[in-house]
């Protein structure tokens, strides 16, 4: 397993913008798929976007496609979340997680996730 620690989140009025970033421990990082989940209060945690282990694949949930982004530094051992046009329904908090698979989308393939770090879109 890897550890993760999330940072970046913080308060932004809709319209705007917020890059989360994602550290992790290891040597093995570029083995794994890291994914970015989120959760609202009441609500399940829910799938934001994955990249794969050598970033060549991206997927995203069609609430954010287009509008968030997704890369990975393998040398940094770092995943980031670029979230542009924030909305208030993208306020949560946000999760990386780590998948020792492809790219998946699968909340339970995640073996490793971070504490999460809040997002809030003010309207």
């Known amino acids: 397993q890897v550890q993760l620690v999330e940072s970046g989140g913080g308060l932004v009025q809709a319209g705007g913008s917020l890059r989360l970033s994602c550290a992790a421990s290891?040597?093995?990082?570029?083995?794994?798929?890291m994914g970015w989940f989120r959760q609202a209060p009441g609500k399940e945690r829910e799938f934001v976007g994955v990249i794969s282990g050598a970033g060549s694949i991206t997927r995203y949930a069609d609430s954010v496609k287009g509008r968030f982004t997704i890369s990975r530094d393998n040398a940094k051992n770092t995943v980031y979340l670029q979230m542009n046009s924030l909305k208030p329904e993208d306020t949560a908090v946000y999760y990386c997680?780590?998948?020792?698979?492809?790219?998946?989308?699968?909340?339970?393939?995640?073996?490793?996730w971070g504490q999460g770090t809040q997002v809030t879109v003010s309207s």
């Open positions: 290891g040597r093995t990082f570029d083995r794994y798929a």
């Open positions: 997680a780590a998948a020792r698979s492809r790219a998946t989308m699968a909340k339970a393939d995640f073996g490793s």
